[in-house]
């Protein structure tokens, strides 16, 4: 696949504003100016969550200078010149699909979106008005198709931005890029034939980015159609982060140790799910996330975090700074499933190998070599049958990946209950016990309900040449914070072992004989 990306290029000379500075319909149009001028060279950063340590991670390198905006409208006026004959298009901010279709006006003819709200402070700076979405008639589905039919021989087809209505996030990336930028009522039939209608239209084994109101469906959908998802609905700046260039290649500060397999032990990964999320890892990682916690508590104990190897190319920057402030008992391997989210058992089989070839490259270009799988038991598995074997051996025929992790549902990762299922004599360890509290709420998490997972390990069978002897333990990082897994590590047995994910994978490779195939 062609990386569309790449055409991106960050300037030297950042312009950032606090998001508290602005409402939220000035947002709105700065993200259009944003990646109106992200065409020619991104300089523009809205600082919000954690996206001033990236700023200030480039300013450090002594390449990078950056000057402070306390106005939206001094920023408008200065970067007037890159909006085409300072024309604007006029949107009701209240009509969320407009939202949308404004942003795919402005990035084709790089006309400003301006709320009505904004128009009269855009007027006194002499823009011009050149689209006004009032003379656009029908229902939502109707105008959004309207403005598709308009411009679809001059969006890139690389890429598609499903954002949710009312966020303003995200849209800057869909304006720099020329892509199309909509949202499907999952419930509105009309809507979603209008959806496959854009699916079909777009590349094959592209990127959908932002998110929906119901993960199971649309990701089943989007990986019918050979298209995977990367959750990113509340990502700032991805114009841009993407256009930044890190001159190095990244590196993780731990690699994997040839561990000597010992009777007796019993080998214990601890893997953070949901690392798939561009927006979590970018947003707040490394400050109040699990990662963050884990900064200020124990780090002596081995953790293995699942990220986005995709972050490799949407913002380099990340990854150098969150592997940067990894310590070597951190590893980092790529969260689901792959390039991106997607059902792998049902992703057309024609286009899996498209889409392991670019998990490949991006793990490669991310320093990894285990990767995560998502899937339901129902695919996996029929009448006690492995059945998707053809599909891992699409991942497990790559060089560079060593094998990995299967998270099954429906029982919160847990359906696979540890079996290892095996391609090309490379293991993927489905996971065998998911801390994720079913209240979904940290504050309802007991120590009897965390002492029933340290029993449960402590007793598990301690013998490495059996599948048995392996155990992963995923973090689900939305209900359990670090303190709950040092307080689980604090109570395991000496027989116990704890290894990262990667380290897990080859232990299982060396020791444990297979069956002979008949």
Same mark, same amino acid.
């Given at each position: 696949m062609k990386d569309i990306f790449s055409i991106l290029k960050s300037g030297k000379n950042i312009v950032t504003i606090n998001l508290d500075n602005m409402t939220k319909d000035e947002y709105l149009m700065l993200s259009s100016l944003q990646g109106i001028v992200a065409q020619d060279e991104a300089r523009i950063v809205i600082i919000t969550d954690n996206y001033q340590a990236y700023v200030d991670y480039l300013v450090a390198t002594g390449e990078y200078t950056s000057k402070e905006y306390k106005s939206v409208w001094d920023i408008v006026s200065e970067f007037k010149s890159a909006v085409f004959e300072a024309g604007y298009v006029l949107f009701d901010s209240t009509r969320g699909g407009d939202i949308n279709s404004s942003m795919v006006v402005s990035g084709v003819e790089r006309f400003l979106a301006v709320p009505v709200s904004c128009e009269e402070k855009a007027i006194k700076l002499n823009f011009v008005k050149k689209f006004d979405f009032a003379d656009i008639e029908g229902n939502e589905t109707q105008r959004k198709r309207k403005i598709f039919e308009l411009y679809k021989d001059r969006l890139n087809k690389g890429a598609l931005i499903h954002q949710p209505l009312f966020m303003p996030q995200l849209r800057d990336f869909a304006v720099a890029l020329k892509l199309f930028c909509f949202y499907t009522d999952e419930h509105n039939a009309e809507d979603v034939e209008f959806r496959n *209608?854009?699916?079909k239209w777009a590349d094959d084994n592209i990127p959908v980015m932002g998110w929906t109101d119901d993960e199971i469906k649309f990701v089943a959908e989007?990986? $019918?159609f050979g298209k995977f998802v990367i959750p990113m609905d509340w990502s700032s700046n991805t114009s841009f982060l993407a256009g930044v260039r890190i001159d190095k290649k990244l590196k993780q500060k731990t690699k994997p140790n040839k561990i000597k397999a010992e009777k007796g032990k019993h080998y214990l990964a601890i893997c953070v799910s949901d690392g798939d999320n561009i927006q979590w890892c970018s947003r707040n990682f490394a400050t109040t996330s699990t990662f963050g916690q884990r900064l200020r508590g124990k780090r002596d104990y081995k953790v293995s975090w699942t990220f986005p190897p995709y972050m490799a190319r949407l913002g380099a920057v990340v990854t150098d700074y969150t592997f940067d402030l990894a310590n070597e008992f951190d590893s980092f391997i790529a969260g689901v499933s792959?390039?991106?989210? !997607? /059902?792998?058992?049902?992703y057309p089989i024609e286009r899996l190998d498209a889409f392991t070839n670019l998990t490949s490259q991006l793990m490669t270009e991310s320093d990894m070599t285990a990767v995560v799988l998502l899937d339901n038991l129902k695919h996996v598995k029929f009448d006690g049958k492995f059945?998707? $074997? $053809?599909?891992l051996r699409h991942y497990a025929k790559q060089k560079n990946i060593s094998g990995g992790v299967w998270e099954i549902d429906p029982d919160r990762y847990e359906s696979g209950k540890g079996e290892i299922f095996w391609s090309e004599g490379k293991p993927f360890l489905s996971v065998r016990l998911s801390l994720w509290h079913p209240s979904n709420q940290t504050g309802q998490i007991t120590k009897e309900w965390l002492d029933g997972y340290i029993d449960a390990i402590n007793n598990f069978e301690a013998d490495p040449t059996s599948a048995?002897?392996?155990?992963?333990? /995923? !973090? +689900?990082?939305?209900? %359990? *914070?670090? *303190? +709950?897994?040092e307080y689980i590590v604090s109570k395991l047995k000496k027989h116990v072992e !704890? %290894?990262?994910v990667d380290e897990i994978v080859e232990i299982a490779k060396q020791n444990i004989r297979l069956p002979l195939k008949r």
């Open positions: *209608e854009i699916f989007c990986s $019918e792959g390039a991106g989210y !997607i /059902n792998s058992t049902t059945i998707a $074997e $053809e599909r048995s002897g392996y155990t992963v333990l /995923n !973090i +689900h990082p939305w209900t %359990v *914070e670090m *303190e +709950h897994v !704890i %290894v990262s």
